[in-house]
């Protein structure tokens, strides 16, 4: 009789063992509500994260920046400006230079008292700065020789501008006169600024010179 009543009470145990574990809720895996790298949750939208990319930055631009006095140099400037398809930027004195002005043989003439007077060059210009000046990374710097020098106005130019981060191309026209220092001289007075060596252009130099001139530079010749 006991081992009846024994046997009883283990089926009895079974059998509410295996009840209970078809009570029991299944067991899941947590879903990855993570978001893949790099980006966040707006809402209910995912959105790309891009507080950490670098801005687009713009290519750098070239200028042909000259002071003309008899019309020589703005053509040299012009033939340049056009065969690299540059912007230009026109360098004039407040006070500008007449035909009486440049009469070098002249010791009365304006450019004869400002030579023997150096306080006289320091030549105050109608715009200082080009617009959007920083984004040039290329500047040609073009000038009439006077004296051996460049001409003043551009002295005064490139002592208001800061060349820091650009390189500087400077070219001259002239009747006769080399390039001499005026190229170094210009950088000498610089406010930074990588200088090559300049260029020296007749005053009726032929546009061809100009333009292969201008294209080597820009090729980094």
Known sequence: MKRWRMLF????????????????????TPADTSLPTGQTT???????????????????????AWFSATGSTKRAAEILAETTGTDCFAIEPEQPYTAEDLRYNQKDS?????????????????????????????????????WGGAAWPVRSFVRQNDFAGKTVIPFCTSASSALGSSAADLAAAANGGTWRTGMRFASDAAASDIQTWAAEQKDGK
């Open 110 to 146: 304006r450019v004869c008292q400002e030579h023997d007077d150096p306080a006289r060059q320091q030549v105050p210009l109608a715009v200082d700065t080009p617009a959007d000046w920083v984004s040039y990374d290329v500047v040609f710097l073009s000038y009439p020789i006077w």
């Open 42 to 64: 707006e809402g209910d939208v995912s959105v790309p994260d891009t507080s950490g990319e670098e801005p687009d930055s713009q290519p750098g631009k070239i200028l042909v």
């Open 9 to 28: 009470v283990m089926l009895a145990m079974l059998l509410l063992t295996a009840c209970g574990a078809q009570n029991e809720p299944a067991q899941t």
